[in-house]
């Protein structure tokens, strides 16, 4: 498939995926040096970046501003059919560092060891740079397309996309009429639950985000004369109670179908329908935040001086709920757990995505190329503990999937959203040929 060159009307040589990785290994290294992260974003800066390397290889693309210095991408390989694209969807922000606690500077796109380094190596301009990549080797191929391929770069995703998918599904909906999109989200692995066996993972739900913040206001005084009504007091206990709140284990039906699937390919002995989410639980810990609804105190906030009993306070919390959980049900759980009348709980941000089905024509792709690339591989639906944007597309009925042909090790894993983050060589090797042969497969006539 898509092995004709259209411009010659002869057979396209093989392609050197060696030197398409190192291609996409120097260019990875230069976008790291793109600073986006977020706050305050500066999107545009990518959007100018991919703008002209796109340009230069004669692909015409569009920036649509959403805000000062916020911007989104997009560039279409056209085919001859009205077929619904196949999306590449990547996001241009990353988020903050702690550089004195990095080994190298995070935003110098250092290579050295076997890996590019830097913040958003894995999250997520390592897989932006492997979708460039795909539709950069399909544009020299002259590969004719049944199915049009489109590369969408969006804005502030680490932050909850109010300047990217949020805004294009709001001003520019048609950029998001997709027939099927593959994002972040479905890592790979070396192993995977104790196995010694590789994984693709194709990442089919998510749990949902909850951010709420705590508020207690109480009566203000002097640091010298303590009182019952201390703010600081009032909102310590809630915190305490937020943090000793014991929620049942909640194995939900994507986690579940995950389950059974690494069941069937025998990286775990334990059948998930003869077993309670307890004992899963106990099993593996690793998947205790893919079985419960989870909470991070993110941020403090109090007082103005040392001598001084302020009169409000302050508590951010993270809250990622499993799949199909009611919103107002665990703020009504919360409210119970903390019980104080004095402590509100406000809404920042909430969304809600609904699963992908399997058995679509990409799925399958997917499947069928992990297979012959590594047949000692299996491909295993994922759930994502964060979330993506991904979301977006679900809600609209579009079939999307977080993939990411990588296998990531204990230590690439680590680095997401942490210190010394980085990608293999070898890792952007495997996933520049599995991602170009999933959408030829797809979209090549």
């Not at 990875?28 to 986006?36: F, G, K, M, N, W």
């Not at 300047?163 to 070396?190: K, Q, S, T």
């Amino acid at each position: 498939m898509g092995l004709t060159d259209a411009r010659a009307g002869t057979r396209a040589p093989e392609i050197d995926w060696d030197a398409v990785a190192s291609e996409a290994a120097g260019l990875l290294s230069r976008y790291v040096r793109v600073d986006t992260r977020n706050p305050p974003g500066n999107e545009a800066l990518a959007c100018e970046f991919i703008a002209g390397l796109l340009a230069s290889e004669g692909i015409e693309s569009r920036t649509l501003v959403s805000a000062p210095g916020r911007a989104n991408l997009v560039a279409d390989l056209a085919a001859a059919s009205d077929a619904k694209p196949l999306i590449l969807l990547n996001h241009t922000d990353v988020v903050p560092v702690e550089a004195e606690q990095w080994s190298v500077p995070p935003l110098a796109g250092v290579v050295r060891d076997g890996y590019v380094w830097g913040r958003g190596a894995l999250d997520m301009k390592g897989m932006a740079v492997l979708e460039l990549m795909t539709l950069l080797t399909l544009k020299r191929r002259g590969v004719r397309l049944r199915r049009p391929v489109r590369f969408l770069a969006v804005a502030d995703e680490e932050a909850g996309s109010e300047f990217g998918v949020e805004w294009l599904d709001r001003h520019h909906p048609d950029v998001l009429d997709g027939g099927f999109v593959i994002n972040e989200g479905g890592y790979g692995a070396e192993n995977y639950l104790g196995s010694e066996r590789p994984l693709f993972g194709v990442s089919m739900a998510e749990k949902s985000p909850l951010w709420l913040t705590l508020r207690a206001t109480g009566k203000p005084g002097h640091g010298s004369s303590p009182h019952e009504d201390n703010v600081l007091d009032r909102m310590v206990r809630a915190m305490h109670r937020v943090q000793t709140w014991q929620r049942p284990w909640l194995l939900s039906p994507p986690v579940a179908e995950a389950l059974r699937a690494a069941h069937a390919e025998g990286y775990i002995d334990l059948d998930p329908d003869a077993a309670s989410p307890d004992e899963i639980a106990d099993r593996f810990r690793s998947l205790r935040t893919l079985l419960s609804n989870t909470i991070s105190a993110t941020g403090l906030q109090s007082g103005v001086k040392h001598n001084v009993i302020p009169a409000t306070a302050s508590a951010t919390l993270d809250c990622r709920l499993v799949p199909g959980y009611e919103k107002q049900r665990f703020i009504d759980e919360l409210k119970a757990a903390i019980d104080d009348p004095k402590v509100e709980i406000e809404v920042a941000f909430a969304s809600e995505s609904p699963s992908t089905p399997a058995g679509t024509e990409l799925h399958e792709a997917i499947n069928a190329v992990c297979r012959q690339v590594m047949p000692e591989a299996a491909v295993l639906p994922r759930v994502t503990a964060g979330f993506t944007d991904s979301r977006t597309f679900r809600r609209r009925g579009i079939a999307a999937y977080g993939f990411v042909p990588m296998l990531l090790g204990p230590d690439e894993q680590g680095g997401m959203h942490g210190n010394n983050e980085r990608i293999s060589l070898r890792n952007l090797r495997l996933g520049v040929e599995v991602l170009y042969r999933v959408v030829e497969r797809v979209c090549a006539e």
